[in-house]
């Protein structure tokens, strides 16, 4: 019989959130697999729980190790993965080893718990029903244009991670691609001692992070409001901002119309006069 992989979320912040069952997760693992052994080593000390083994897996180290994870999951031992903190697999390493683990028909399952984007989601006050998760943004380049730009045009709750010293940048670029107005929410040190869920418009964030952002962050950007009646100027802009990041004149169009809410025909038209 082939072993479990069991993917095991850690607390974000608060050792408090770790669930019940993650520990007796651990305690039935052969093999604990994290990225770093001396953090979760010290996690483990926290809770007071012996693993028979801990073996790194990082992105430097997927590709070795991998392999030799399959082979003991094959020969029926019980593996579980964390990351330093949050869930596995959420911009954390993960996904590699579940998709191989799934090609040699091992059985997947979890301890869910913290993830910092969720966390901050539903406390930022803004749409939660249907959002975007974008991971980390691209920090440079087409890349990173393309992302702004996508953000600026979506309809639904934008989630993303961003490092405390590119935040200030990245809210100042949002404000010129989304525009000063849309409502944002920066969540840092969530479920820390100085949690602060920070709400406001994006040209107010932008001059609040200007000061120097300290400690882990999350922003959270409201969708574009599809239901408000946009000027042919608006409409002429946004397929301008679409066609900047390469899309044919037809997915601008049809990327305007799903951001907007605005009439085919009327975007068309005016997209042929760009
Ligand atoms: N796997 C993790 C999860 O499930 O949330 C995310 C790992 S990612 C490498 C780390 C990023 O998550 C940080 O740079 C920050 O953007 C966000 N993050 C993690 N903990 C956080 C916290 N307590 N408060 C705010 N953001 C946090």
């Known amino acids: 019989m082939t072993g479990v992989l069991t993917l095991v979320s850690t607390p974000i912040g608060n050792l408090g959130d770790l669930a019940p069952r993650a520990m007796k997760a651990f305690e039935a693992a052969d093999l604990v697999c994290c990225e770093d052994t001396r953090r979760t080593?010290?996690?483990?000390?926290?809770?007071g729980v012996r693993v028979d083994e801990l073996r790194r897996l990082d992105d430097h180290t997927e590709f070795e190790s991998i392999p030799i994870i399959l082979d003991?999951?094959?020969?029926?031992?019980?593996?579980?993965?964390?990351?330093?903190?949050?869930?596995?697999?959420?911009?954390?390493?993960g996904e590699r080893l579940v998709a191989a683990a799934i090609e040699v028909g091992v059985e997947i399952t979890t301890v869910p718990g913290p993830v910092a984007a969720i966390a901050a989601l539903v406390s930022s006050g803004l749409p939660s029903g249907r959002f975007v998760f974008e991971g980390f943004l691209a920090r440079k380049g087409q890349e990173r244009l393309a992302q702004l730009a996508a953000i600026a045009t979506e309809s639904r709750t934008t989630v993303f991670y961003e490092s405390p010293n590119r935040v200030a940048a990245t809210l100042a670029a949002l404000v010129e691609t989304c525009g000063p107005e849309r409502r944002a929410v920066v969540a840092r040190e969530l479920t820390k001692l100085h949690e602060e869920?920070?709400?406001?418009?994006?040209?107010?964030?932008?001059?609040?992070?200007?000061?120097?952002?300290?400690?882990?962050?999350?922003?959270?950007?409201?969708?574009?409001?599809?239901?408000?009646?946009?000027?042919?100027?608006e409409l002429v802009e946004r397929l301008r901002t679409v066609l900047a990041e390469g899309s044919s004149k037809r997915d601008a169009v049809d990327r305007v119309v799903a951001a907007t809410g605005a009439r085919r025909g009327r975007v068309y038209d005016l997209s042929l006069t760009i």
């Open 41 to 47: 080593g010290s996690l483990l000390k926290q809770i």
């Open 72 to 93: 003991r999951l094959v020969a029926g031992e019980r593996v579980v993965l964390v990351s330093d903190a949050g869930t596995p697999g959420i911009s954390d390493p």
């Open 197 to 233: 869920l920070r709400r406001g418009t994006l040209a107010e964030l932008a001059e609040w992070s200007s000061a120097g952002v300290k400690g882990e962050v999350v922003v959270v950007v409201d969708g574009v409001d599809a239901s408000v009646e946009l000027d042919d100027g």
